[in-house]
């Protein structure tokens, strides 16, 4: 079982940036590959990175490549999301997920735990 808290969340003006965590309980937290997805109003929940279980190998959705990194700290049971360039268009919940598999899958279904989400509003 792992349980998932994000934070780091907030309102800022485009341009701006921000660092999203996701503290995880348990002391397995090396096993689980780990995602962040997002969902804006009206919108399906997108994938926005994931990351190995070691961290060697990272994905991202292209909207976000080269304004958003992904990294973990295994150490501290904890994976981040560095947002830089924020734009109105990345307004969103965003959540943490976990999954058993080797690598961060892009489809949601395929993670086992997830956190209650933390809100990120740009304005324009």
């Known amino acids: 079982q792992v349980q998932l808290v994000e934070s780091g969340g907030g309102l800022l003006q485009t341009g701006g940036s921000l660092r999203l965590s996701c503290a995880a309980s348990?002391?397995?937290?090396?096993?689980?590959?780990m995602g962040w997805f997002r969902q804006a109003p009206g919108k399906e929940r997108e994938f926005v990175a994931g990351?190995?279980?070691?961290?060697?190998?990272?994905d991202y959705v292209d909207s976000v490549k080269d304004r958003f990194t992904i990294s973990r700290d295994n150490s501290k049971n904890t994976v981040y999301l560095q947002m830089n360039s924020l734009k109105p268009e990345d307004t969103a919940v965003y959540y943490c997920?976990?999954?058993?598999?080797?690598?961060?899958?892009?489809?949601?279904?395929?993670?086992?735990?997830w956190g209650q989400g933390t809100q990120v509003t740009v304005s324009s």
């Open positions: 348990g002391r397995t937290f090396s096993s689980y590959s």
């Open positions: 997920a976990a999954t058993s598999g080797i690598y961060p899958p892009r489809f949601s279904r395929n993670y086992d735990y």
């Open positions: 990351i190995t279980r070691s961290g060697a190998v990272k």
